[in-house]
């Protein structure tokens, strides 16, 4: 059926598991691209607007945990659409005002190319503004995970961190992890494919509830 509504902007959405969106575009830290960030994790982040005070707040926790991030090959970039210059003076003001200072860089998205190329501008919400988006793309350039927040929430950094652990672990160990799994706790282990397999689950040493739901430790 044809959209006779021509005022709706189409935006494409990123797709779990297929390459991320190549992009080039101007930062606080210089030219950037998406091929730079190759061979590490990189969480690719929107905010609505500079020196507003949920992504002021936002910015000080994405700070905060950008070490524990480092020490897991994760880089952290943002994105709204402001000017570069917009973001140089915010950051300014956030070491200034907040005493923190902001170690990543920021994408100048003034022509939206980067945020419509991966689906963050939500036009219920706003058509001039991103939404808090965040974007988990791995070594390869794959999309692993993504994140929607309305723009009265502000993102929980422990979530974000806590979902980095299980998509290593789960890359590393060919596991999944349950609920609420935290670093150190049993994982899922893949349910069997076969009437064969399921019998010698109970021989294997997991921990199972039934055949299909077995955990063990790593």
């Not at 189409?10 to 190759?38: C, M, W």
């Not at 422990?158 to 999944?176: F, G, M, N, Y």
């Not at 706790?185 to 294997?204: F, H, L």
């Amino acid at each position: 059926m044809e959209n006779i509504n021509n005022n709706v902007e189409i935006q494409s959405l990123p797709r779990l598991g297929e390459k991320a969106p190549n992009f080039v575009a101007p930062t606080t830290h210089g030219t950037i691209r998406l091929d730079d960030y190759k061979g590490s994790w990189l969480i690719l982040f929107s905010h609505p607007a500079d020196f507003t005070p949920v992504c002021t707040t936002e910015f000080v926790a994405f700070a905060e945990i950008y070490p524990d991030l480092q020490k897991r090959n994760v880089e952290l970039l943002g994105l709204s659409i402001d000017s570069v210059f917009s973001h140089i003076a915010w950051v300014r003001n956030i070491e200034e005002k907040l005493k923190v200072k902001i170690p990543f860089p920021i994408i100048a998205d003034l022509n939206k190319d980067v945020a419509s190329a991966y689906g963050m501008i939500n036009p219920a919400e706003s058509s001039t503004e991103a939404s808090r988006c965040v974007f988990v793309i791995d070594p390869e350039g794959i999309v692993r995970a993504m994140i929607y927040y309305p723009m009265s929430t502000g993102r929980n950094m422990d979530e974000i961190i806590r979902l980095i652990d299980s998509l290593q672990t789960v890359d590393t160990h060919k596991v999944a992890t349950p609920a609420n799994w935290r670093p150190g706790e049993a994982v899922i282990v893949p349910p069997p494919k076969t009437q064969e397999d399921a019998e010698a689950r109970v021989q294997q040493g997991y921990e199972c509830t039934d055949w299909y739901l077995c955990k063990r430790q790593i």
